[in-house]
C-alpha cells in the first residue's frame, strides 16, 4: 500500500473537495487506478466509488554552474482524486501540502 | 478565583489555580482563529487555512498558550488579593489537562511580609573623641610634606629625607646575586610604612653607604646601597603659606590651627555618625527574622562581586575572579544586605517617612548651586538613589531619635557626658555642640 500512495495533498482546494467526500493524494506513476482503489480502501477503511488521476509534469529547471547552463526538470507527479461512497469521511490533516 | 498553597518555603511558594474547562475552550478557540488570520502555510492563501489544519499543526503550542494567558490572569488577581509582591518572574511548573478545572501548578518567589518589633528604644554607643594639638600639629605637617620642595643632600640628618637605594637580593648562603641593572627602591623615611629598622639603619649615612637588610615580612636577605638622598624642605607657615592653602580666608597660624581642629573633628563627627548607622543596622537586623528571597540576594550578591572585581581590576590588573568560587562570602553580606532594605522599607512605609522639600533643599542645594529649587527636586526625585539616600538619612535620623543614646569613646568605654572636654569657650566646640 504505502507503494502506492506517497501522502494526501492538503492544501485550500483540496480542503474544499473534502466537503464533498472527495480527496487527493500524490500517487507513485506507476500506480493504477485499480491499485490506488484498493489501497485507499485498506488503508483507510472506506468504500471508493470512483479514481480519477492525473499526471504532473515535473517542471523546467535551470541553473548557472562552473560547467556552464545546466537544464533539467523536476519529477513527474501523479495525483489521484477519490470519491468516497456518501457519508464516508478521511481525517486527513497530516502529510505535506502542496498541489 | 480558586487556589491551593502547595508548598511553601521560605519565600518561595507553590501554589495551584483551577482554570474552568469551559474558559480554556473558548481562550483556546480565540488562539486557533488569531493563528488563523496570519498562519502561512504551502497550498492556502494567507489567512484561509482551516482550524483543524491549525489544531493540528500548531495545537500543542496554542494550548499552552491559552492556559498560560488564563494562569497569568488568574495568578495576577491572586497577587492583588493576596497582596503578594514578586520577587522574581514566577513560572508554571505543572499542568494537569484531565478533568474540569484544568490545574496549573505556579512557583514564585515573593517578597517577605515583615513584622515590625518595636525598634524605638535601642540601645545606641555614640563615640566621641577630642581633637587634641598633637594631632593638628600632625595634620598640619601633612599639609607641609605635601606641598614642600625637594633638594639633593649628602648626608641623612632626620627623617625627612627620601632615599634612593640600590637593592641586591642575596642567596641562602648569604652571597649576594649580582645584577647588572639593581632595582631601584626609593623611601620617605617620615612615611609610617617604612621599616623603622631602615630609617635607624640609614640615619646619618651619606650617598655611597652599603648595608645588609633582612625583610621580615618576606624573610630575604637583602644587601642595600644608597644612591641618592633628597632632602625634603618644608614650607614655613607664614601668612602667604596659610593664605595659599585657605584660598585666602585665613592668614594667621591660630586660626589654620582652628579651621583643622574643625574638619578634623568634622571627621571623628562623621565616623561617629558611620558608627552609630552600623548599630541602628546590626540591632534591627538583630531583632528581625524573616527569609529573605534567594533569587534577590543572588542578583545583590553578583552585583557585589562585579564591584568588588572592578575595584581589585582598578588596584592589581587584570585578576581571574570567578563568582561560583566566592559566591557563599558574597551571599552572606548580600543577604544582611537585601534583610537590611526589607527592614528600612517596612518602616520607612509604617512611619511614613517621606523626602519633603526642605530635606531635599538641606541637602542638595550647595551641590546643585546654579539651580532653582523646582529643577533640584526634580533632580532628586527623578533618581530613585538620590531620593533613597535622603530617606535613609531620614530614617537614621528617626530612629537614633528614638533611641537611648550612650555617650562613649572610640573604643566603647562610656564618656560621663557627651560634651567631656569641650571647652565651652572655643569656635570650635561650639560647632561641635
Known amino acids: 500500500m504505502l507503494d502506492i500512495i506517497k501522502r494526501p495533498i492538503i492544501t485550500e482546494k483540496a480542503m474544499k473537495l473534502g466537503e464533498n467526500g472527495q480527496y487527493v493524494f500524490e500517487v507513485y506513476p506507476e500506480a493504477n487506478k485499480i491499485q490506488i482503489k484498493k489501497a485507499i480502501e485498506d488503508l483507510f477503511e472506506v468504500n471508493v466509488v470512483s479514481v480519477r488521476t492525473l499526471n504532473v509534469k515535473g517542471k523546467s529547471k535551470m541553473r548557472m554552474t562552473k560547467r556552464g547552463i545546466m537544464k533539467g526538470r523536476t519529477a513527474l507527479k501523479k495525483k489521484a482524486y477519490i470519491t468516497l461512497k456518501q457519508g464516508q469521511t478521511i481525517e486527513l490533516v497530516t502529510g505535506a501540502a502542496g498541489e | ?39 502561512n ?211 594667621s597660624v591660630s586660626e589654620f590651627r582652628d579651621e583643622i581642629n574643625f574638619s578634623l573633628q568634622e571627621k571623628w563627627h562623621q565616623n561617629a555618625e558611620e558608627a552609630m548607622r552600623n548599630q541602628v543596622i546590626d540591632k534591627l537586623l538583630e531583632m528581625h527574622d524573616f527569609p529573605v528571597p534567594t533569587s534577590t540576594v543572588l542578583n545583590v550578591a553578583q552585583s557585589m562581586f562585579e564591584d568588588y572585581k572592578k575595584r581589585m581590576k582598578q588596584y592589581y590588573g587584570s585578576m581571574k575572579l570567578n563568582f561560583e568560587e566566592m559566591k557563599d562570602k558574597f551571599m552572606v553580606d548580600a543577604t544582611q544586605a537585601v534583610k537590611w532594605e526589607f527592614i528600612r522599607d517596612a518602616i520607612l512605609e509604617q512611619e511614613k517617612i517621606e523626602v519633603e522639600d526642605y530635606d531635599i533643599e538641606n541637602q542638595f542645594s550647595q551641590f546643585l548651586g546654579g539651580m532653582d529649587a523646582a529643577q533640584i527636586k526634580k533632580v532628586v526625585m527623578d533618581n530613585p538613589n538620590l531620593k533613597m539616600q535622603l530617606l535613609s538619612q531620614k530614617l537614621f535620623e528617626y530612629i537614633i531619635d528614638f533611641a537611648e ?14 560634651s567631656m572636654g569641650i571647652e565651652e569657650d572655643t569656635p570650635v566646640a561650639e560647632e561641635v555642640k
Not at chain 2, 508548598?7 to 486557533?32: M, P, Q
Not at chain 2, 640615619?203 to 625634603?232: C, H, P, R, W
Open chain 2, 1 to 39: 478565583m480558586e487556589y491551593k498553597i502547595v508548598s511553601e518555603e521560605g519565600c518561595l511558594r507553590t501554589v495551584e489555580f483551577g482554570v474552568s474547562l469551559e474558559d480554556y475552550n473558548k481562550e483556546f478557540n480565540a488562539a486557533i482563529k488569531q493563528a488563523q488570520a496570519y498562519a
Open chain 2, 41 to 251: 502555510l504551502p497550498g492556502f492563501r494567507k489567512g484561509k487555512v482551516p482550524a483543524n489544519i491549525i489544531k493540528q499543526r500548531f495545537g500543542d503550542s496554542l494550548e499552552l498558550e491559552a492556559i498560560e494567558k488564563l494562569a497569568n490572569d488568574i495568578f495576577k488577581s491572586y497577587t492583588t488579593d493576596e497582596n503578594v509582591k514578586l520577587a522574581e518572574q514566577p513560572s508554571i511548573i505543572d499542568i494537569n489537562k484531565d478533568g474540569d478545572p484544568i490545574t496549573v501548578k505556579i512557583r514564585f518567589e515573593m517578597f517577605p511580609n515583615v513584622e515590625l518589633k518595636n525598634f524605638k528604644g535601642l540601645l545606641i554607643d555614640e563615640p566621641y573623641h577630642q581633637v587634641n594639638e598633637e594631632e593638628i600639629d600632625h595634620s598640619i605637617l601633612h599639609i607641609q610634606i605635601d606641598n614642600s620642595t625637594q633638594e639633593e643632600a649628602e648626608e641623612i640628618t632626620d627623617e625627612f629625607f627620601a632615599v634612593e637605594m640600590e637593592v641586591f637580593q642575596k642567596n641562602e648562603d648569604g652571597s649576594v646575586i649580582d645584577h647588572p641593572n639593581p632595582p631601584i627602591d626609593r623611601v620617605f623615611l617620615h612615611d609610617h610604612h617604612v621599616d623603622p629598622e631602615i630609617v635607624t639603619l640609614l640615619m646619618n649615612q651619606k650617598v655611597g653607604y652599603e648595608f645588609d637588610y633582612t625583610n621580615k615580612d618576606q624573610n630575604k636577605d637583602f644587601k642595600l646601597k644608597i644612591k641618592a638622598i633628597s632632602k625634603y624642605i618644608l614650607p614655613e607657615l607664614t601668612p602667604e603659606f596659610i593664605k595659599s592653602q585657605t584660598e585666602d580666608r585665613l592668614e
Open chain 2, 405 to 418: 543614646v550612650r555617650s562613649v569613646d572610640f573604643n566603647g568605654n562610656p564618656l560621663e557626658t557627651p
